[in-house]
């Protein structure tokens, strides 16, 4: 359904982010993912997951399907670990408490989870 984010690949041809003129600055490499919704993206994964942006005003219950959507997709690593949330340390972060609720703990330089 339409209301239901889904994933795209930040260097697939269908994605409309990231290039100039965007308001949305990331690389458009295989290892960057947009969760959108609606058309919008809500988390851009760079870095397999290292670097997790998402905006401001996002909807708590959409960012956390998005993050979901995104930790828990096919063929997602067993072990991902995060070190940023929009750009600062993901650590005391607003995103702190949405990995923790994902099964991720506290480690030195970031939020980890192991599957």
């Not at 990331?26 to 760079?46: C, D, H, N």
């Not at 650590?91 to 990995?99: C, I, P, Q, R, V």
Request: aromatic letters at 10%.
């Amino acid at each position: 359904a339409a209301s239901v984010p889904y994933i795209l690949n930040g260097c697939d041809p269908a994605n409309l982010y990231g290039g100039e003129g965007s308001a949305w600055k990331f690389a458009r490499v295989p290892s960057t993912q947009l969760v959108l919704w609606r058309g919008q993206p809500i988390l851009i994964a760079q870095e397999n997951g290292e670097r997790l942006t998402a905006p401001p005003e996002a909807d708590v219950e959409i960012l956390r399907a998005a993050l979901k959507i995104y930790f828990e997709r096919a063929h997602a690593p067993r072990h991902a670990i995060v070190t940023e949330w929009n750009g600062a340390k993901i650590l005391g972060s607003a995103g702190e408490d949405f990995l923790q609720a994902l099964g991720f703990y506290r480690m030195p330089k970031g939020m980890e989870r192991w599957l």
